[in-house]
């Protein structure tokens, strides 16, 4: 892969510079209950040296219903202040899927002004099937200022997406498998609709991604894009179950110089809940 320090690094290029001062590892890991997965006792257990651990549930805005939405900026610049992370560091995010739920953490970094991030590509299982160096030791954090300036226009509410579906001036894309985007699988939360947002496009996350969990290629990536249907002339917005796997969307629009995208924080697990909201099923 060619490595862009602001949206995909690969292992080679992070064990290369693991030493450098002003570099900072994040380990965002999160998974579905489903999985059975515990991330913070992986992390503790087995880590990249001198990563950090970044817990999505935690830095999120607890006073919502909805899972992991974007927390308030004073919260967000506490908790990464307490990961001695902040202004000039270099933030490279990977997580123990693969490529899954970094993606979202690179997305909040980069909702929060801050462009200096990268995502590990392959993730942890990558850089230990080329035996790179894993410690189960914490590192030793000092705190660091960060600034924050929100870039509003990254992320859209459900009366935004409301009104981009009526009017169709927005691609809306959802990240979700194609039997939940149809309505033909249950969703994993209890509670909510099964179906899509009426308009918008299926893009399963796992067709940008590479059998050993890599992101595919500019070149994969438009053939993904071209195969679903996808029209990129007007403004993008991503969605999915719950704003995780919709971030890999904007992963891969970056990717191929698409920057005209924007997350549906609450996505169907926002959507889903309201009888009010119109719903579709079936292939788009």
Same mark, same amino acid.
């Given at each position: 892969m060619i490595d862009d320090p602001n949206i995909l690094v690969s292992t080679s290029w992070l064990n290369a510079h693991l030493k450098d001062p002003d570099l900072r590892v994040l380990d965002g890991s999160w998974?579905?209950?489903?999985?059975? @997965?515990?991330?913070?006792?992986? /992390?503790?257990?087995?880590?990249? #040296?001198?990563?950090?651990? /970044?817990?999505i549930d935690d830095i999120s805005d607890l006073r919502s219903e909805l899972p992991h939405t974007v927390p308030p900026v004073a919260k967000f610049m506490s908790r990464v202040r307490a990961l001695g992370t902040g202004d000039g560091h270099k933030i490279v995010v990977y997580d123990g899927a693969g490529l899954f739920s970094a993606a979202r953490v690179w997305w909040l970094f980069r909702l929060m002004g801050h462009k200096n991030i990268a995502v590990l590509d392959g993730g942890l299982p990558k850089w230990q099937a080329e035996n790179l160096p894993v410690t189960n030791t914490p590192p030793i954090i000092k705190d660091r200022h960060m600034t924050v300036t929100r870039q509003n226009h990254m992320v859209r509410d459900v009366t935004e997406i409301a009104r981009a579906a009526k009017l169709g001036d927005h691609t809306i894309i959802d990240a979700r498998s194609a039997d939940r985007f149809a309505g033909t699988a249950p969703e994993p939360r209890a509670g909510l609709r099964a179906?899509?947002? #009426?308009?918008? @496009?299926?893009? #399963?996350?796992?067709?940008?991604?590479?059998?050993?969990?890599?992101?595919?290629?500019?070149?994969?990536?438009?053939?993904a894009i071209t195969a679903a249907g996808i029209d990129l002339d007007k403004p993008v917005i991503t969605?999915?179950?719950?704003?995780?796997?919709?971030?890999?969307?904007?992963?891969?629009?970056?990717?191929?110089?698409?920057?005209?995208?924007?997350?549906?924080?609450?996505?169907?697990?926002?959507w889903g809940i309201y009888d009010d909201l119109p719903l579709a099923t079936g292939a788009p």
């Open positions: 998974y579905m209950a489903t999985a059975k @997965r515990d991330a913070r006792a992986e /992390f503790e257990a087995t880590h990249i #040296p001198g990563a950090r651990f /970044f817990d179906g899509h947002i #009426p308009g918008s @496009r299926n893009l #399963p996350y796992t067709q940008l991604l590479n059998a050993d969990q890599t992101m595919k290629d500019a070149t994969g990536i438009r053939a969605t999915c179950g719950s704003g995780i796997t919709a971030a890999i969307l904007c992963l891969a629009l970056e990717r191929i110089g698409k920057t005209d995208h924007a997350l549906y924080d609450g996505s169907w697990a926002e």
